[in-house]
């Protein structure tokens, strides 16, 4: 594997050159976000699966300019906790339009959701049904089942979700405890390549569709979660070879008459507007012996740049001289910090042009997503990662 | 492994009671130091290492309600940034008291810290040097050796560091660079347990020592880093035993004519200082066959538990309930976000009370060090890790 695509194939020549003019004379390291890519991401999305209901994973960037633009849009959110919901709320957003997609919830932030009028709610266990049943009652529940999510960059765990037979029963729980048991809920793993996972999913959920119909408990909807990727180091299908598959898919298994379809994308819609520019602290060697540099950037693990754990998520990383430069040198790229952890990437090694030197510019491209709130607020005394929203990057 | 030591191995009976009271209807999760511990842990070092310089490692928490304890102490400062540096002088700490210990420096934060008066520096390649020669001019240098870190529960990678045969030529550049060659520093890996890394690291010191002596060079000082730990859910040696070898190590190779010794602890200062308190939000079981638990905390990876990668700091958690329950339940413990990779232990299965219930208290020991500064700034709109400093939890 190897960086396979050009930074033309991300920005074009004008964007590039208007950010550099941009970061010119600013400290590094900071996110700039495009917004106009978000708008493209969502009306791409909106125009391929026109069935579906968009619930932004607000998650994967809170940033407000980002979420008022997707409220004006008449996206739907997904949020998190009651931080994410009191956020929303102070922007205007209607409760109607949030579900509240984590299925970990403390009885007292139930409260607090349904007071604010959330009436949406994910599930995966009968202690969260119960307080549930205390605090929102009457409400909407869908119930999310564990899938594998193998074929995914930065896979799921076993954290979310409960196997189909054990939904089956919180269902008919949920009827029992006076909620709407509404649908359900399954999430491949985020930055799936294989679509066929969803082709499994989505058979589940028939299945769970038919056994429940059975026992007069008619589910409505089905959240296809999130999944969809943005494009890292390699080229992914786009968008429309994914929706035609899932559109198949879900054909195959409802006929004409889908279920109602909920999506939760974030990575996908705000992944490839950001941009993190950044700068070389220093180059060094280990060893005269080395044939590779250490790199460090300004920055690291710490600073927004979490997906790079074992190197799950290899961000596309540019000077802007690749074009002109004739070699290059294998480089370990590490973050700024004391900590001897904060290095992004060993094993795989990035080559940096030959001619690259201290105080030069390096741009960190699709670090739309889950970076800048993941940031540690002060680790090593760095402020947290400073993020400019911007309308266009071709008229910055 | 298990967790060999009971709640009373860790604090006394009286202090535990006066947490739990602290406690009451406060929001969770929050951490909480206890600043007499950190003293007494203050005094212990120079109890038994009485020739060494103590540089807090401010890294590991940059209270400043325990920098200032310190710095009445009479300790000094290993500081990673220039935040930390603006940070210690807005405090009225003297740059002479401070050591700037990172060595990925930007030569304009060199060139802020050397203005700010900090004339102590570390360093491991030449490009730092250059940098070093022409804004800190003079300055005092001293040069870190690559070591192996096996032994320790949170090695150290090859981030810092060179090949002692690069050290003894980048001492050479230093003095034709006009700066002041002082000494060498290594750092074991942080919470060492195997005390001949030491031996290893100091005799590698007498080497370049003697090797540079012959060069008309006269080296002056041996920083041993940090790597003291503290006591996570194993006993460890106590600092006693730590003080002991290492003087007799250094007496071995040196005599009784020391260089000057620096050390720099962090976790071993301020570790067992702090609790975190934090609450069970959800217990669920994924399958009806499960035999163990999945127990949700409101505190996870993201909120400060950062060490828990690879499960490699093993906390001490207790309920407080331990000693009159009789049957315990394995479980798997993860935090409260919608990360899938919000999972603190998985393979390594803690036994919790069986009759353990959502909203009940739990306290994470051994969570003074590498914590709250690491905590996320908003991920999932989640706010960072609260911080509580008390004088003593005796009187609290």
Known sequence: MDQTL????YIKPIEFENIKKFS????????????KRVEQRYDELIRNLPFAKIFYAVKSNPSTEIIQLLHEKGSNFDVATIYEIDKLINLGISP??????NTIKKEEDIAHAYKKGIRLFATDSLSDLMKLSRQAPGSKVFFRILCNSSGADWPLSKKFGAHPDMIYHLILDAKALGLVPYGLSFHVGSQQRDIG???DAIAQC????????EQGVELKMINLGGGFPSTYIQPTKDINTYAKEITRFLKEDFGENLPEIIIEPGRSLVGDSGIIVSEVVMISKKAFSNDFNWVYFD???FGGLIETLDECIKYPIFTGTEETVKEFTESVIAGPTCDSMDILYEKFRYKLPENLKEGDKVFILTTGAYT???SSVEFNGIPPLKVYVVEDFEKL
Do not use: C
């Open 6 to 9: 050009k930074l033309t194939d």
């Open 24 to 35: 010119e004379g600013k400290r590094t390291p900071f996110l700039l976000i495009n917004l």
């Open 96 to 101: 109607e339009r949030m579900s509240f997609g």
């Open 197 to 199: 996972q969803w082709d």
């Open 206 to 213: 028939k299945y769970l569709f038919h056994a429940l119909k």
């Open 299 to 301: 920055v690291g693990k």
């Open 372 to 374: 800048s709130s993941y």
